[in-house]
């Protein structure tokens, strides 16, 4: 099994930056990526950003060119800088992490517990 650990979060006013980290670990063979969904009340969770092993990022629209995500691949951690904050950043962020127990297993999601993110204008 996989276990994520999730730090970071809390309440930062519009223009402000806040750092996320997610930690893996347990039963891991190899990560091929890992990232950040978000879920605004009320709204559907919403892929934020996505780094693989080699270093390819993805980000939503929304979060380009404020958000940076990188990974550290030796410690299976993850950090993902939000800056210039706004209103609408505010969500529940969600670490995720896609492992592989060994060399012959299909990859598997692990979720970490939730972060909140309050951004007040």
């Known amino acids: 099994q996989v276990q994520l650990v999730e730090s970071g979060g809390g309440l930062v006013q519009a223009g402000g930056s806040l750092r996320l980290s997610c930690a893996a670990s347990?039963?891991?063979?190899?990560?091929?990526?890992m990232g950040w969904y978000r879920q605004p009340p009320g709204e559907q969770r919403e892929l934020v950003a996505r780094?693989?092993?080699?270093?390819?990022?993805n980000y939503a629209n929304s979060v380009k060119d404020r958000f940076a995500i990188s990974r550290d691949n030796a410690k299976n951690t993850g950090t993902l800088q939000m800056n210039s904050l706004k209103p609408e950043d505010t969500a529940v962020y969600y670490c995720?992490?896609?492992?592989?127990?060994?060399?012959?297993?299909?990859?598997?999601?692990?979720w970490g517990q939730g972060t909140q993110v309050t951004v007040s204008s």
């Open positions: 995720f992490v896609e492992t592989k127990a060994s060399r012959f297993s299909g990859v598997d999601r692990t």
């Open positions: 347990g039963t891991i063979f190899s990560t091929t990526a």
């Open positions: 780094i693989t092993t080699g270093g390819t990022t």
